[in-house]
């Protein structure tokens, strides 16, 4: 374990690929901390360098297009905003690779080598230019070598951050066999049960691997952290180049806690896990979120994403208080749980302090498969809330999920039969959705104990080795089931919704857009 950091001046490399379209919330948390610590340390955003270059690739044409859908006037209609995305999007994509092996939109990296095959990883490593973005980063890295560094971080925090990692700590390692380099993040932490196979591959190209917060990579902790020893650094923006987000305007993402509150759903992985398998929870000081926000408003951000798993109804009025109490007002988009604690009151006052949507876990609505898998909801509960919450003027976004063990049509049904009695008070416009197949994720009750839900796990071929989730056997509902239950969701929300058009048409996988949507057409109804 790397403990020595305050002597060795370290780099957080943030690698490629990540949405493009805001800043991360690692790099200025890092940078907190280590600032707090006395720490000196630089910053290097690969992910931000790659699609700019890709930019600069496209010459006048390509600086044409990232012009134009920086204008303001990007979100002022759906139709404008989903043809200039595209544009954008396909700049992207032939600049990084014209023959189609590979492909790059601001959601994915794909490419021949599968980040859950450890073939492919030795591959990686053996000859980084097998990935086009190391040719393209390649004076950058140079410019690294020749400031001096000697120690370097990395943070995946995604999948499609994996094999870049790789190959660029591999190009870097072949030049300076001296660099300290340690790597870290989600990526990593969702794989902690494969950490000694992974440190036999890794174990020559990094120092490291950590698979828990950073506060306990730099204070040299081996364990999790729990409540009573993670502490909060203000995260520090100072150096952060937010104009390289290619969006209209900023979002700024915050995080009022870790963890999530409920931490027992049988499917999910995000909880921060003891070795118990209890989910853990850290709330962040509310008068460290306070200067937080105070800071990103004296920097002219006031627009902003609240990054929590889900925020309590307490929690919500809380930051409901700190918001009333700023020097001038801000737009904002939550997540939160179906928990009996939300009341109109709440949302009302959420609402005219500048919330314009928040995203809910819903999954089904069905209450034998909500109970079953231990989300802690209700669908009357659910029904109740989602109806105060529009009927205060915020739109919602719901994430359902299909392919539960023991799912059946009518499970199927009570969920369609949920949207009708919901969807006629929901705004058309900023109403959205996705629906998620269930995977069996590492770590979680499901994956470790298929069969309390009636399911198995299916093996995983030596090439998907290193995945971190993976599909169930057994009463499952087939493909075909699963895609006519898309199908008849659509159905249903289109002939209650009208043909639009809405957020839900765009299907967004950056949710910031949400908010400069809507901010923009509630400015528009009230200039």
């Not at 009025?317 to 700023?326: N, R, T, Y």
């Not at 719901?398 to 039969?417: A, C, V, Y």
């Not at 998620?436 to 090439?463: Q, V």
Request: proline share 7%; with cysteine.
């Amino acid at each position: 374990m790397i403990t020595d950091f305050a002597s060795r001046e370290p780099t957080i490399v943030f690698p490629p690929q990540w949405e493009p379209s805001q800043p991360a919330l690692v790099l200025p948390v890092i940078s907190g901390i280590l600032r707090e610590w006395g720490i000196r340390f630089r910053q290097l955003d690969l992910n931000q360098r790659l699609y700019r270059c890709l930019i600069e690739r496209g010459e006048i044409l390509g600086k044409r297009i990232l012009e134009n859908f920086q204008s303001p006037d990007t979100v002022s209609s759906i139709s404008l905003f989903r043809d200039r995305w595209d544009a954008l999007q396909k700049i992207w994509n032939l600049g990084y690779d014209p023959t189609g092996k590979h492909s790059l939109f601001s959601d994915s990296l794909t490419s021949p080598f599968n980040s859950s095959d450890p073939v492919a990883w030795k591959k990686v490593i053996e000859c980084p230019s097998v990935l086009p973005l190391l040719g393209m980063l390649e004076p950058d890295l140079k410019a690294l070598l020749e400031s001096g560094v000697n120690t370097l971080i990395f943070t995946a925090i995604s999948d499609t951050q994996i094999l870049p990692s790789l190959a660029i700590a591999s190009w870097l390692r072949s030049a300076r066999p001296d660099l300290c380099m340690v790597i870290g993040g989600d990526a990593f932490s969702y794989r902690k049960d494969l950490i000694p196979r992974i440190r036999e591959i890794l174990g020559p190209l990094f120092d490291d691997i950590s698979v828990t917060h950073a506060e306990s990579v730099f204070l040299g902790w081996r364990s999790t952290c729990t409540t009573s020893n993670l502490r909060f650094s203000l995260p520090d923006w100072t150096n952060i180049d937010v104009s390289e987000s290619i969006a209209p305007w900023v979002v700024a993402p915050v995080e009022t806690a870790r963890g999530c509150p409920w931490s027992r759903c049988a499917f999910c992985i995000h909880p921060d896990r003891n070795r118990s398998g209890r989910g853990m929870y850290y709330p962040k000081p509310l008068d460290l979120l306070e200067q937080e926000l105070l800071r990103h408003l004296s920097a002219g951000r006031s627009r902003i994403f609240f990054v929590d798993e889900a925020i309590l109804p307490g929690r919500l009025d809380a930051l409901c208080g700190i918001i009333e109490k700023l020097p001038s007002p801000i737009s904002w988009i939550c997540y939160s749980r179906l928990d009996v604690g939300h009341s109109p009151a709440i949302f009302k006052k959420a609402r005219r302090l500048g919330l314009k949507k928040i995203f809910w876990g819903l999954e089904s609505g069905s209450d034998i498969l909500l109970k079953k898998f231990n989300k802690g909801t209700r669908t009357e509960t659910a029904e109740r809330i989602l109806l105060d919450c529009s009927n205060a003027g915020i739109a919602s976004h719901l994430f359902l999920m299909t392919g539960f063990p023991g799912e059946t049509g009518q499970d199927r049904l009570e969920t369609i039969s949920l949207l009708r009695r919901i969807l006629p008070s929901m705004d058309p416009f900023g109403f959205s959705w996705d629906l998620f197949s269930l995977k069996a994720e590492r770590g979680t009750p499901l994956f470790c104990h298929p069969n309390e839900f009636g399911a198995e796990i299916r093996a995983l071929p030596p090439e998907r080795e290193f995945a971190y989730q993976t599909d169930l056997i057994g009463n499952i509902p087939t493909r075909g089931e699963m895609f006519r239950y898309r199908e008849s969701l659509e159905e249903t929300i289109e002939a209650i919704l009208g043909p639009g058009p809405g957020i839900r048409h765009l299907k967004l996988s950056q949710d910031s857009f949400h908010l400069l949507l809507l901010d923009r057409r509630s400015s528009e109804k009230n200039p």
